[in-house]
Nanobody
Framework: VQLQASGGGLVLSGASLRLSCLTS????????IGWFRQASGKDREFVAG????????AYADSVKGRWTVSRDKATDTIYLQMNDLQRGDTAVYYC???????????????????WGQGTQVTVSS
């Protein structure tokens, strides 16, 4: 396994969680990393991402202002701080490595060539 997402759980609406994406077995330092989610019965969608340098980030409109993506270059761990979680955020969350070093909100899923196992986030009211 080269990418592993963790940190999911069951929380109440309004709560916070921090997801982590651990990288191993291969250097991802030259790749942007994206966070995606897939709710039951829906397509996988991009929610946030960070560039290879860690200097640029991008967010889907649905999470902008609530969530923050960051990258620890020393350990090459990527974090997704999710605040003010809502029921609509319930999904399996994945991290993935882009074939590009840059990140943009219009990123396409087929730009990502390495995926980790997901972590379930469930938000109840």
């Amino acid at each position: 396994v080269q990418l592993q997402a963790s940190g999911g759980g069951l929380v109440l609406s309004g709560a916070s969680l921090r997801l982590s994406c651990l990288t191993s077995g291969r250097a991802f330092s030259r790749n942007a990393i994206g966070w995606f989610r897939q709710a039951s019965g829906k397509d996988r969608e991009f929610v946030a991402g960070v560039s290879a340098s860690g200097g640029s980030t991008a967010y889907a409109d649905s999470v902008k202002g609530r969530w923050t993506v960051s990258r620890d270059k020393a350990t090459d761990t990527i974090y997704l701080q999710m605040n003010d979680l809502q029921r609509g955020d319930t999904a399996v969350y994945y991290c993935a490595s882009s074939s590009h070093p840059y990140i943009r909100a219009e990123t396409k899923i087929d730009e990502y060539d390495s995926w980790g196992q997901g972590t379930q986030v469930t938000v109840s009211s």
